[in-house]
Nanobody
Framework: QVQLVESGGGSVQPGGSLRLSCTAS????????MGWYRQAPGKERELVST???????TYADSVKGRFTISRDNAKNMVFLQMDGLKPEDTATYFC???????????????WGKGTLVTVSS
């Protein structure tokens, strides 16, 4: 079984910063793409940022210049540094990983359970 655990969420005032972390553990042969989505109350889940195995990084237009994604492949971790937070960033943030459990198998997609970020004065 593969588990993804996020941490680092919390409450912050507008303009503040938070750093989210996500750790993948369990039976993992190799990890490919990693990234973050978010879901605000009453809204659909949306892409925040992805980091492909190639190193290609994508950001949603709404977070460009404020959020930075990074990963530690040795520790199976992905991070999201969030600066200049705005009330509209309030959401539950989910990390995801595309990985192989065994050599020769197709990659599978796994989600974390989410961590809540609240931006409010």
């Amino acid at each position: 079984q593969v588990q993804l655990v996020e941490s680092g969420g919390g409450s912050v005032q507008p303009g503040g910063s938070l750093r989210l972390s996500c750790t993948a553990s369990g039976r993992i042969f190799s990890i490919y793409n990693m990234g973050w989505y978010r879901q605000a109350p009453g809204k659909e889940r949306e892409l925040v940022s992805t980091m492909l195995t190639s190193g290609t990084i994508t950001y949603a237009d709404s977070v460009k210049g404020r959020f930075t994604i990074s990963r530690d492949n040795a520790k199976n971790m992905v991070f999201l540094q969030m600066d200049g937070l705005k009330p509209e960033d309030t959401a539950t943030y989910f990390c995801y990983v595309d990985l192989k459990v065994n050599r020769g198998e197709d990659p599978i997609h796994r989600w974390g359970k989410g961590t809540l970020v609240t931006v409010s004065s």
